[in-house]
């Protein structure tokens, strides 16, 4: 069981891609990484974030799926609870599917089908550096769970 992003926009770029390898490459089951990426839409404002929105909730299909909405209006949780949240899904049997919505957010109903919405900061990144941060802080969850030295208290 992989733990997968559905992202709007293009694919990564290269000092993203190679980041997000340097954690890939660190991962184990089931902390491991998949990514798709959602094509952002010609609309703007609110039209493309119904219509960004709409192509998420069709890829989040599966009931036992535990979504997890990236949102700087989330929740603001530190690691080691990150890496609880994570784990008690994963152990649960529940895949887990991480959220990016386009440069106009998602709508009430991405947020309604989310089982928990985080904010990895008040501050609002990139998109294409939340990527990077959300692979850093999967490895470093799993680290976390397996007790190893990467995370210091």
Same mark, same amino acid.
């Given at each position: 069981?992989?733990?997968?992003?559905?992202?709007?926009?293009?694919?990564?770029?290269?000092?993203?891609?190679?980041?997000?390898?340097?954690?890939?490459?660190?991962?184990?089951?089931?902390?491991?990484?998949?990514?798709?990426?959602?094509?952002?839409?010609? @609309?703007?404002?609110?039209?493309?974030? *119904?219509?960004?929105?709409?192509?998420?909730?069709?890829?989040?299909?599966?009931?036992?799926?535990?979504?997890?909405?990236?949102?700087?209006?989330? @929740?603001?949780?530190?690691?080691?609870?990150?890496?609880?949240?994570?784990?008690?899904?994963?152990?649960?049997?529940?895949?887990?599917?991480?959220?990016?919505?386009?440069?106009?957010?998602?709508?009430?109903?991405?947020?309604?089908?989310?089982?928990?919405?985080?904010?990895?900061?008040?501050?609002?990144?990139?998109?294409?550096?939340? @990527?990077?941060?959300? *692979?850093?802080?999967?490895?470093?969850?799993?680290?976390?769970?397996?007790?190893?030295?990467?995370?210091?208290?």
């Amino acid at each position: 069981m992989a733990i997968r992003v559905l992202a709007v926009g293009r694919k990564h770029e290269s000092w993203v891609s190679d980041g997000i390898a340097r954690y890939e490459k660190r991962l184990k089951k089931p902390f491991d990484l998949s990514w798709q990426f959602l094509p952002h839409s010609a @609309r703007e404002g609110d039209a493309a974030r *119904a219509e960004e929105s709409e192509r998420l909730l069709t890829k989040t299909t599966e009931a036992r799926e535990y979504v997890i909405l990236l949102d700087e209006r989330g @929740r603001s949780i530190d690691s080691p609870a990150f890496s609880r949240t994570l784990g008690g899904a994963l152990d649960a049997s529940r895949p887990v599917t991480f959220l990016i919505g386009g440069a106009y957010g998602v709508d009430d109903t991405v947020h309604r089908r989310a089982d928990f919405v985080l904010s990895l900061s008040k501050l609002v990144f990139p998109h294409q550096l939340v @990527r990077l941060i959300l *692979a850093e802080q999967v490895y470093r969850a799993q680290e976390i769970a397996g007790r190893r030295s990467y995370h210091h208290e």
